[in-house]
């Protein structure tokens, strides 16, 4: 006897074939994502690398700027034995200007 189309066992090729495709799918998205996953761990672990970075460089320039500042507003010997002197700008432009005004005969 002969079995009417569309009536019967299916195929069992097909459906293994299927079964497999399926499988392979989601083995290469899990993959994907995985490493999609790393990928981004990765970027986040660069970002606080960097913002740390950042940081560092903030701080030694507030040090550098801090020190620059005490160096430019005290008086002290740079080299006593030689007479070199610091002091404040602000002084340093008081005895530039009276230097500058003696000159002139002010």
Do not use: C
């Not at 701080?59 to 007479?83: C, I, N, P």
């Amino acid at each position: 006897m002969e079995q009417e189309s569309g009536k019967g066992k299916p195929d069992t090729g097909y459906r293994g074939m299927t079964v497999v495709l399926v499988v392979v799918l989601t083995l290469v998205l899990a993959t994907a994502l995985s490493l999609s996953g790393i990928a981004y761990l990765n970027h986040l672990s660069s970002l606080q690398l960097k913002e740390q970075l950042v940081e560092v460089k903030n701080q030694a320039l507030e040090e550098m700027v801090t020190a620059q500042e005490r160096a430019l507003s005290r008086r002290e010997w740079v080299d006593q034995e030689k007479g070199k002197a610091r002091i404040p700008i602000e002084d340093a432009m008081k005895v530039m200007a009276r230097g500058f005004a003696e000159k002139d005969g002010r």
